[in-house]
């Protein structure tokens, strides 16, 4: 029992710095909180392609923005570049390993303004083995591409929170 008291009065202890600190929660106040507002009218511009369809997708369903909301204002522009290279030549001449690299250039856009809040990169990149199936490495080049899409959703939009916190 006694070990049990000086164990929770040490960790009191260490935790009484932290609450000094000045950390905030970045989603303070939830769906009515200030950084999630704001989120909710950054309006993301139409990217061509598919990847940029799924990047598109991908930002919009986190930054909570419904079909019904009218109003922006942010604008949220992004150009893709999506390549696939071969790595890791086979004895016969082949490739045996591709690696697919998704990077996106945006910039978050105040409409009233035309101020650029954001000018940055974000990029993520995976690799893919070539196997004896065309079906298959076809699955494994979208899927790869899908899963980076969602890992360059999610730099973007880290990015983005960081910047509207901060500008609080």
Do not use: H
């Not at 390993?97 to 250039?105: D, E, P, T």
Request: aromatic share 4%; with cysteine.
């Amino acid at each position: 029992m006694k070990r049990a008291t000086r164990l929770c009065l040490a960790l009191a202890a260490f935790s009484l710095p932290l609450a000094g600190c000045g950390l905030q929660p970045i989603y303070a106040g939830g769906a009515n909180g200030v950084v999630a507002r704001e989120l909710a009218s950054i309006e993301v511009a139409p990217i061509p392609g598919r990847e940029g369809w799924l990047v598109r997708n991908a930002l919009n369903d986190r930054l909570g923005r419904g079909e019904a909301m009218t109003g922006s204002q942010y604008r949220l522009d992004v150009v893709l570049d999506d390549q696939l290279e071969g790595l890791g030549l086979l004895t016969d001449d082949t490739i045996g390993r591709q690696r697919r690299i998704l990077r996106a250039r945006y910039q978050l856009v105040d409409t009233a303004t035309g101020t650029i809040l954001v000018d940055a990169t974000a990029g993520s990149d995976a690799g893919i083995d070539v196997v004896g199936s065309e079906f298959a490495t076809i699955a494994a080049e979208q899927t790869a591409l899908e899963n980076l899409s969602q890992e360059v959703a999610d730099q973007i939009l880290v990015r983005i929170t960081r910047t509207l916190r901060e500008s609080r």
